[in-house]
């Protein structure tokens, strides 16, 4: 195992544990002090459902739900969009977090797992601000860009789909996104991993994709159409304001 300059055994954090605090019970308290007591009902459920579910690793968790509301409000979001939806928590906190006239277009290659969610998004009566398609985001961006009425009038979009496309994501979705408006790009500390040494232990897919997210934090802080905030919420996330 690697050592630090003291000599002492470095931990590489997992991904999967749900916040980038060093400390669980810190963690916890923040969830159990003021998260879960203002946690919307329909979402409590949600969590809970997802929490049976095999993969409810990839799930948003509650603090940043509550972020993300947060967000929307402030920015009097109406036109939104996410990618990668898993079981809609994100989405769930989304849509409620919008007017009533408010959209999200809501894009994941598995509708199965959007469809364990929905009764829940139904019964919270919001559903209808969805607009889910089912299959691979990209061509989706690529139609609305060609369709040349989208540009500019998005108003929050929130990536949280397949890292190794997030570079891809963001050619397209700088120019859907409108002047003023904010992309939110989730993941973007990857378990702590963007630090670990080279001969860290890490699971073959944190590996992998490892490298996509260091390559997209760099073009990030980089691109000069956009102000960007990267906070240790969740699992990290990039908040991208446009500006040109
Ligand atoms: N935001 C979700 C939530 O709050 O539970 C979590 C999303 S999960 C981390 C990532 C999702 O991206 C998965 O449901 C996966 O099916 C989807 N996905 C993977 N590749 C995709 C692609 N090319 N286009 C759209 N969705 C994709
Ligand atoms: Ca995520």
Same mark, same amino acid.
């Given at each position: 195992? =690697?050592?630090?300059?003291?000599?002492?055994?470095?931990?590489?954090?997992?991904?999967?544990?749900?916040?980038?605090?060093?400390?669980?019970?810190?963690?916890?308290?923040?969830?159990?002090?003021?998260?879960?007591?203002?946690?919307?009902?329909?979402?409590?459920?949600?969590?809970?459902?997802?929490?049976?579910?095999?993969?409810?690793?990839?799930?948003?968790?509650?603090?940043?739900?509550?972020?993300?509301?947060?967000?929307?409000?402030?920015?009097?979001?109406?036109?939104?969009?996410?990618?990668?939806?898993?079981?809609?928590?994100?989405?769930?906190?989304?849509?409620?977090?919008?007017?009533?006239?408010?959209?999200?277009?809501?894009?994941?290659? &598995?509708?199965? &797992?959007?469809?364990?969610?929905?009764?829940?998004?139904?019964?919270?009566?919001?559903?209808?601000?969805?607009?889910?398609?089912?299959?691979?985001?990209?061509?989706?961006?690529?139609?609305?860009?060609?369709?040349?009425?989208?540009?500019?009038?998005?108003?929050?979009?929130?990536?949280?789909?397949?890292?190794?496309?997030?570079? &891809?994501?963001?050619?397209?979705?700088?120019?859907?996104?409108?002047?003023?408006?904010?992309?939110?790009?989730?993941?973007?500390?990857?378990?702590?991993?963007?630090?670990?040494?080279?001969?860290?232990?890490?699971?073959?897919?944190?590996?992998?994709?490892?490298?996509?997210?260091?390559?997209?934090?760099?073009?990030? =802080? =980089?691109?000069?159409?956009?102000?960007?905030?990267?906070?240790?919420?969740?699992?990290?996330?990039?908040?991208?304001?446009?500006?040109?």
């Amino acid at each position: 195992m =690697a050592q630090n300059g003291e000599g002492k055994d470095l931990k590489h954090a997992e991904v999967g544990h749900k916040s980038l605090l060093q400390s669980d019970a810190l963690f916890q308290y923040i969830l159990e002090t003021s998260v879960y007591p203002r946690e919307p009902e329909p979402m409590k459920e949600l969590r809970e459902l997802t929490a049976k579910h095999p993969w409810n690793l990839m799930t948003t968790s509650a603090d940043e739900g509550q972020f993300l509301s947060m967000i929307l409000k402030l920015i009097n979001a109406k036109k939104t969009m996410e990618i990668g939806v898993y079981t809609g928590y994100s989405l769930l906190a989304t849509a409620l977090a919008l007017p009533e006239d408010g959209k999200i277009l809501a894009m994941d290659i &598995n509708r199965e &797992n959007y469809e364990l969610g929905l009764p829940i998004i139904e019964k919270a009566g919001v559903a209808h601000k969805i607009d889910f398609r089912e299959g691979p985001a990209l061509p989706v961006l690529d139609q609305l860009i060609e369709e040349g009425t989208n540009q500019g009038t998005f108003d929050f979009i929130f990536v949280d789909a397949d890292k190794d496309n997030y570079i &891809n994501y963001h050619k397209r979705i700088i120019e859907l996104v409108k002047v003023g408006g904010l992309i939110g790009y989730d993941n973007t500390l990857w378990g702590g991993s963007v630090v670990a040494p080279p001969d860290a232990p890490m699971r073959k897919y944190v590996r992998y994709y490892r490298d996509f997210v260091l390559e997209l934090n760099k073009a990030l =802080a =980089a691109d000069p159409r956009i102000e960007i905030c990267m906070l240790p919420v969740g699992d990290g996330i990039t908040l991208c304001r446009r500006i040109s």
